[in-house]
């Protein structure tokens, strides 16, 4: 494989405070290869949620910014897409490397500023992204493929300079989704993490900076979506928009984007549904279904958030439910044994409550939770785990994404009716189907409307392909499905 000298600047890589001291300040976005100096003095606070004290600050980047960025990755275009497939899986596998050596630094990061226990951060938020990021050096050589259609070559070409929009919630994860595979394309890009959890994307730049990735395939910028996000979507230059976040935002950087007719890739909400049969294991389906809510404090996209359980087997499930909720440790992030910390931020605080509240208001029984604050958490963005039973399809909180530990526990009567509820969704984004007969669960999985259904106890595996149907998005990103969002076809015509 093409070998790449790692240009390591001597004096470069800081030390890295203690936790409990931490404070990052970055003065100047990556652009063009180089640190530079943004337009205006402004700066975005990062504040971790845990404690609610400021850890970091970061430039807040406007219009202007974003156009030398741009500009920046356009040049850098016209060389980067001629680059051979050993030469980008190289660059792939040095920036994965030297993530690796710096992976403690991004875990304690993403925990101080989104308030994940540093046991998931590491394991989850940090680990399992980098080796999503080293598999990309193995779809690099896809572009170079060939197909022959009678007398037409069809061809594939990198679309070209890309504008990255991240949320706070998988932060790295998010950021490689798209990251990894433009580079595997030979695409060039600007970056905008969210302004909740920007310094992981600076640490990534360093990384990045390290490596000697040539100037300007990489640029970051940072700020608001109303500025920042918005300049890049509307920039002439930029050929895709790739998204993740809200359904709101990202139908309103669809419209933005569709004057210049950009590809636009929309990774967005969900509210997906856990189908478990009476032929199952209730009692391992309901722990692993309560888990999968807790886990990230509720801020998975393609969390469980709908359980549907037979009306025999009701109560028997929402005991189980109830005692998984309570036994799920919320607490410190720096705890060794918290599962779940706080939420990202004291406004995500805010909207559970608020959801909390809608679901008491609406009839629905409270099995655990509510809205007071957890004992012993005075201060920070914590809540309590919720369930509610007696939930019916219709009701907000059946309908409506909260992102966070609440979850809905709704009986059916037969298959068909619970797969008509899975189904009546404005999200389509997962799902999961227990039966101990595992031919009839995939049977039923074919059935949600959904882009990811696990089947069983199935878990996570970073190669399948990810994204929605309906509102829960367009396109899917991650294993070679992902890679292919960023190719124009060609078709060469032989006479
Ligand atoms: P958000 O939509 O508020 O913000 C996401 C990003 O978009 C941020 O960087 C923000 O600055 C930017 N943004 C906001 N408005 C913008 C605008 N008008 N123009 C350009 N950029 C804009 O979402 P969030 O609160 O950060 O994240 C939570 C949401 O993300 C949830 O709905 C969750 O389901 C979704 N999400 C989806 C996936 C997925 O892959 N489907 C993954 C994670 C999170």
Same mark, same amino acid.
């Given at each position: 494989m093409y070998q790449i000298q790692l240009d390591?600047?001597? $004096? *470069?890589?800081e030390l890295f405070s203690p936790m409990e001291s931490y404070m990052k300040t970055y003065n100047n976005l990556y652009i063009n290869g180089q640190w530079t100096a943004p337009n205006s003095n402004e700066a975005i606070e990062v504040t971790n949620?845990?404690?609610?004290?400021v850890i970091g600050q970061v430039p807040l980047a406007n219009a202007d910014d974003v156009d030398v960025a741009v500009k920046a990755a356009r040049a850098a275009f016209a060389s980067w897409s001629t680059t051979s497939a050993d030469e980008r899986a190289a660059y792939i596998s040095a920036i994965s490397s030297k993530l690796a050596e710096r992976s403690e630094e991004m875990a304690q990061t993403i925990t101080a500023e989104m308030g994940a226990p540093l046991g998931f951060s590491r394991e989850v938020q940090v680990e399992d992204p980098i080796d999503a990021l080293a598999r990309h050096?193995? *779809? #690099?050589?896809?572009?170079d493929e060939e197909k022959k259609l009678f007398n037409i070559d069809i061809v594939k070409e990198p679309i070209g300079v890309c504008a990255f929009i991240n949320p706070w919630n998988y932060p790295l994860h998010q950021m490689i989704g798209k990251v990894a595979p433009a580079l595997a394309a030979g695409c060039t890009m600007v970056v905008k993490p969210s302004e909740i959890t920007p310094l992981h994307a600076f640490l990534l730049a360093e990384v990045i900076d390290q490596v000697g990735l040539?100037? =300007?395939?990489f640029n970051l910028v940072s700020g608001y979506g109303q500025g920042c996000g918005e300049a890049l979507c509307v920039?002439?230059?930029?050929d895709m928009v790739s998204f993740t976040g809200s359904t709101r935002a990202g139908t309103r950087i669809a419209q933005l984007a569709a004057p210049t007719v950009k590809r636009v890739c929309q990774e967005l909400g969900g509210k997906s549904a856990f189908v478990i049969c009476r032929d199952s294991d209730l009692e391992a389906a309901v722990r692993m279904g309560v888990d999968d809510v807790m886990y990230n404090t509720g801020q998975t996209?393609?969390?469980? #958030?709908r359980m549907l359980v037979h009306k025999d087997q009701l109560e028997q499930a929402i005991a189980i439910a109830k005692e998984q909720a309570e036994a799920f440790v919320f607490g410190d992030?720096?705890? +060794?044994?918290?599962m779940a910390g706080p939420m990202a931020s004291m406004s995500q605080r805010e909207q559970v409550l608020k959801y909390i509240q809608i679901g008491l208001d609406e009839g629905a029984r409270l099995v655990t939770g509510g809205v007071e604050r957890p +004992? $012993?958490? &005075?201060? =920070?963005a914590y809540v309590r785990a919720t369930i509610f039973a007696d939930?019916?399809? &219709?009701?907000r909180i059946a309908r409506e994404?909260?992102? =966070?530990?609440v979850l809905c526990i709704i009986a059916y009567e037969d298959e068909q009716q619970a797969i008509a509820i899975a189904n009546?969704?404005?999200? $389509?984004?997962s799902g999961r189907v227990w039966h101990n007969n595992k031919a009839h669960a995939k049977q039923l999985a074919r059935q949600i409307k959904a882009g990811q259904v696990y089947i069983n106890d199935g878990f996570w595996n970073n190669q399948a392909p990810f994204g929605g149907y309906k509102q829960s998005g367009n396109g899917r990103e991650l294993g070679q499905i992902g890679v292919e969002e960023f190719f124009e076809t060609k078709a060469l015509i032989q006479s």
């Open positions: 390591v600047k001597l $004096g *470069f890589v949620p845990a404690n609610e004290q050096a193995d *779809f #690099t050589s896809l572009v040539p100037a =300007g395939v920039h002439p230059d930029v996209c393609t969390a469980l #958030t992030p720096l705890s +060794e044994d918290s +004992e $012993g958490f &005075d201060k =920070g939930v019916s399809n &219709d009701m994404e909260i992102f =966070g530990p009546d969704s404005p999200y $389509g984004l």
